[in-house]
């Protein structure tokens, strides 16, 4: 566990708390009419430039939100997890998505229409205040997002996301299993800004330092305090 040893707060949003504990009320008049998707591996759930008409909770999955340049290149800019929900920034304030968003493997994706989603907004001091709270936390994420960018190599900002995506990956843990991160190493370069040859190369120089192993496309961390170190150097 990286409590009291890495500060994961800092870096990571907290949307999947915003529905706990909801009013059961609340919880009824929010899933009143909402449906539920199958996306597969790579399918797109919202675009940027669209208007949004609800959000999205993750069921079940993980889902990838990105920006796309001009010459069509993907910076992903948050993985979302189960249990987060989606797409209500734009919502909120009432314009078009700012980035998109798409699974990173066969999810389950519930909608939440735009009205129960209002309705119960205008209603339910616990959900405003939570809504509140967690874009309040997510611009203390992205400042700090922004400093890492600025501040640190490469090889710095992949070993801080391969500790986040662990965390992620985590299903059923106990200390001392091994957790399995499943990503293409296309998504990989793209969520730590550089190209799939810097990811390549420091993998490489990972698995010889001892810090991971890999099986095809997935990533076992094997040392997470090598891991944390060269983060905190």
Do not use: C
């Amino acid at each position: 566990m990286l409590k009291g040893v890495f500060p994961i707060d800092k870096w990571d949003f907290k949307s999947g708390s915003v529905l706990n504990d909801l009013p059961e009320e609340e919880l009824e008049m929010l899933f009143a009419h909402t449906t539920e998707h199958l996306y597969s591996k790579g399918q797109v759930i919202f675009r940027e430039g669209a208007y949004p008409t609800g959000i999205f909770f993750i069921k079940e999955g993980k889902v990838k939100k990105y920006k796309v340049d001009k010459e069509g290149r993907e910076q992903i800019v948050y993985v979302a997890n189960t249990g987060e929900l989606i797409g209500f920034h734009a919502l909120l304030a009432e314009e078009r998505y700012p980035d998109s968003s798409a699974v990173l493997e066969n999810s389950k994706i519930v909608f939440i229409p735009k009205d129960n989603f209002m309705d119960v907004l205008n209603t339910s001091k616990v959900l405003a205040r939570r809504l509140l709270k967690t874009l309040s936390h997510e611009f203390a994420v992205f400042a700090n997002s922004l400093a890492l960018f600025a501040q640190r190599s490469v090889r710095e900002r992949f070993a801080m996301q391969l500790v986040l995506l662990r965390e992620k990956y985590k299903q059923n843990f106990v200390p001392g299993m091994d957790v399995e991160i499943n990503m293409s190493r296309e998504d990989l370069a793209s969520l730590v800004g550089t190209v799939r040859e810097n990811i390549l190369r420091i993998l490489k120089d990972f698995k010889e330092e001892g810090i991971l192993e890999t099986k095809g496309r997935k990533i076992i961390i094997k040392d997470i305090k090598k891991l944390l170190s060269i983060v905190n150097q």
